[in-house]
């Protein structure tokens, strides 16, 4: 029997020496102006225009098998090579004034540049809504730490995404420092200690133990451990509950979506229809052949396959804005 209402906050010191050197509660009077919802929204695009680069660069490819740099060399058109001016890296507005396309060899962008983008300054404006209106939140100091903890929170979910969308892979790059940041944040949010670490090992457990079950039954290993290391981390921040939340919401949602695209077929065939042919193919065939094996659980309905680990993540984004309106206990 317990909710996260019941935990109470032994870190209380850290929190006071945290912020004692600056008080910053004379800002708590703007808090809910439009124009203080503007200048996150504008942070999280620029965190968005980050976030491209480390969904472009940190996936390893042929040429990089380690991934890349996100710092070197700084951002070039992919065609000619030309560096990207700063006047032209504005988040969103550049897109819009030069149309898509690069500056000096016209070749076009990919709009999705400008989803991430506006996804992180849509994801930055629910954190600040979701830390300024928190019901447990009694001075404003907690609710800027728990904005920092929301938004450093819809940055790993983002990139996370859209490299899973894009490769199926889980990069350990990520999870690994993921989960000791995300514990440590969670005692800051004043949770007690062993809470994250009981989430995070019940993330990766549940993982394991749907994945023995199905090789069990399959004699297949069709499933890496890229969900299970980010159940891991959404268990660091937000403990058993978040686990659970994200396990069957994500479910929910992915069911829902997956449906909808067999009805839609909208869903080309592709790479991920490749690699599933690969597993079905047998493990001979598996082991010969060049492409990663997806490092992830992925839905498998009729010839789809789609990466489970966005479904999850949106779920756990779900939980995130959302948790002081959840109350998930355990009966006897
Ligand atoms: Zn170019």
Redesign the pocket.
């Known amino acids: 029997m317990l909710s996260l209402g019941q935990l109470r906050p032994p870190y209380q010191w850290f929190r006071i020496h945290l912020f004692s050197v600056t008080s910053l509660e004379a800002l708590a009077t703007v808090a809910h102006h439009w124009l203080t919802y503007a200048f996150v929204v504008f942070l999280g695009m620029l965190w968005g225009s980050f976030g491209n680069v480390c969904i472009y660069r940190w996936p390893p490819t042929d040429e990089f098998p380690k991934g890349r740099s996100v710092v070197t060399p700084p951002s070039h ?1 992919f ?2 090579k ?1 560096n990207v001016k700063w006047y032209d890296n504005f988040p969103l507005l550049s897109y819009l004034w030069l149309r898509g396309k ?1 500056r ?2 016209k ?1 076009e962008f990919s709009p999705r540049y400008l989803i991430v983008e506006a996804l992180g300054g849509v994801l930055f404006g629910l954190a600040w809504w979701a830390a300024m209106n928190h019901p447990e939140f009694t001075t404003f100091n907690e609710r800027l730490i728990g904005f920092v903890v929301y938004a450093g929170f819809s940055f790993f979910i983002l990139i996370v995404t859209f490299i899973d969308l894009d490769h199926m892979l889980i990069l350990d790059l990520i999870t690994y420092p993921s989960v000791v940041i995300f514990y440590g944040l969670s005692l800051v949010l004043g949770h007690v200690w062993w809470h994250g670490l009981v989430g995070a090992a019940f993330g990766y457990g549940i993982i394991v133990a749907i994945r023995t079950l199905y090789y069990a039954m399959r004699k297949q290993e069709g499933m890496g451990l890229g969900d299970a290391k980010l159940l891991a981390v959404i268990g660091a921040l937000w403990g058993w509950q978040g686990v659970m939340v994200a396990l069957f919401g994500g479910s929910i949602i992915g069911s829902v979506i997956g449906i909808a695209a067999i009805i839609g077929g909208k869903l080309r065939g592709g790479a991920p229809n490749d690699q599933e042919a690969t597993a079905d193919a047998g493990d001979a065939e598996a082991a010969d052949s060049d492409e990663p094996v997806p490092d992830g659980m992925n839905f498998a309905i009729g010839s789809v396959a789609l990466p489970f680990g966005p479904f999850l993540a949106a779920a756990a984004m779900a939980y995130t804005l959302l948790h002081p309106y959840f109350s998930i206990q355990l009966r006897h």
């Open positions: 058109c065609v000619c030309a690069c000096n060899c070749t």
